[in-house]
């Protein structure tokens, strides 16, 4: 069961990483062989995640598979790793992703055979594939530390791959020349970098604050979680009122440009539409969702009372990141930054389940953590081979798709339709959930955020009818249809959709319990309907 010695929340990770090690080890002309090492490395780490999942026991111990080692003692630094439901669904949802990834991006960087002269750019492949399950590596030991230092260390360290393949392995369809294209997948690497950085360095020194609050009244200082959680249950430790505010912002900025939470989202919509697609899906449907995890995790667990001081602000900027980003998706001419905002607004969404402090709102928004993932996934993929194909990102440049490349066109819709949460796909669940949650606590915030949904149906069906119907446009009519591969990649996403769209209960079953623990921490119920009296 959950408590075997077997340390496999450390094999989780650690194979992503010894596979990066593996995969660059590989001999620079070989490079099928590196891919398909990867892909290994990432089968084997989504089987380890699946076994995580399944013997999960949702009516146990809070944190399971839990591993407590000293690391450095006079610093109270412990390797301490656990996952609760939320936990383990994330760590399954990021080693479920990864395959994909490196499927869709498997000639992603392969050299430019057709270029001579000083211009032609060699891509490494091996590197793009270690960097990948680099970055998978990092991800998974986020979601199950529970040590905050150790969290913060891979929290961070993540940037790194992420920078080399956002700059690195740029988009081919660029309308602009090659100088020009990598200029701007320099400034959208370095943008990336700075805005996460900036938030990591006011993270670490709220971590340090914290160290200094538990050693000022614990006689120790101290970074695991569950002593804090214990010591503070016990009456042992308890923040002065300013000092838990202090260090409540300075955790949920890192997390909020993480995640990312309107003004402080800039960096996504560069980042996302300079990348090659399966890059763009590791950013937004894997990495950014260590933002919104860490808020339930950290910032509710360890700050209750800044938690609930903060909720009315950061309420109203969930509900402007729904409405912005809708707003300047359905404005946008290029199809990754189109659904790059669209992004935006369903992290507003998520936060906004986050921080309405009901059962319903965070049991959608941890369910939309991961539908969300899915979606993203199935709808950036499929636009990745559309604009490969076509050779252009632009809007205009396609038209009468679905004419010449019909199974395209019909898994492009079914992302597209999943994004904008119709129901009986996966995301609409969620989204009524966070919705529900929210207008039982805030209906005005509730009502605003409805919105959302119709701005949502607006960009989606407008792209698919500009992109897909019409007559075939010049460029388009030799347009190959979906390719085995290509199948492979997004009919498992689509089938994922439909059977979580109508039978979310495994999940659900998952995640509920420690939805309540997270309440519980808070000292939150949900509030009970107002009945009018029976005259």
Known sequence: MADSSFPILTVTAVLPAVG????????????????????????????????TLVRFDPNGARYQFTENHVWVKNFGLHYDLGVDGIGAVMVALTALLIPFVMLAGWHDADPLEDRTGPNRRWRPTQGFFALILMVEAMVVLSFEATDVFLFYIFFEAMLIPMYFLIGGFGDRAHAAGEDEAARQRSYAAVKFLLYNLAGGLIM??????????????????????????????????????????????????????????????????????????????????????????????????????????????????????????????????????????????????????????????????????????????????????????????????????????????????????????????????SEFLVLVGTFSRYPALGIVATLGIVLAALYVLVLYQRTMTGPVKAGVEGMSDLKARELVVVAPLIALLLFLGVYPKPVADIVNPSVQHTLSDVNKTDPKPALEAKK
């Not at 062989?33 to 699946?50: E, H, I, N, R």
Request: hydrophobic share 55%; net charge positive; charged share 10%.
């Open 204 to 429: 670490l020194a709220a971590v340090i604050g914290l160290y200094a609050a538990t050693a000022k009244q614990l006689g120790t200082g101290t970074f695991a979680l569950q002593d804090i959680l214990n010591a503070r249950a016990s009456g042992k430790f308890d923040l002065a009122t300013s000092t838990e505010r202090w260090l409540f912002l300075g955790f949920f900025f890192a997390f909020a440009v993480k995640a990312p939470l309107w003004p402080l989202h800039t960096w996504l919509p560069n980042a996302m539409g300079e990348s090659t697609a399966p890059v763009a899906v590791l950013i937004t449907a894997v990495v950014d969702k260590v933002g919104t995890f860490a808020m339930l995790r950290f910032c509710l667990q360890l700050f209750p009372d800044a938690s609930k001081w903060a909720t009315p602000v950061i309420l109203v900027l969930a509900v402007i990141s729904i409405i912005y980003g809708a707003l300047l998706a359905v404005g946008q001419r290029d199809i990754k930054r189109l659904i790059a905002y669209a992004s935006v607004s369903h992290f507003g969404f998520i936060i906004l389940g986050i921080f309405a402090m009901t059962s319903q709102g965070q049991s959608g928004a941890t369910l939309y953590m991961v539908n969300h993932g899915i979606s993203t996934a199935a709808l950036m993929l499929v636009a990745g081979f559309l604009i490969s194909r076509r050779g252009s990102r632009l809007i205009a440049d396609f038209g009468g798709v679905q004419k010449v490349a019909p199974l395209l066109a019909g898994t492009f819709l079914v992302g597209g339709l999943a994004t904008l949460s119709l129901p009986g796909l996966a995301p609409f669940v």
């Open 20 to 51: 990066a090690v593996a995969t660059a080890a590989v001999p620079a002309a070989r490079k099928a062989a590196a891919k398909y090492t990867a892909l290994l490395f990432s089968l084997g780490t989504l089987v380890l995640a699946l076994v």
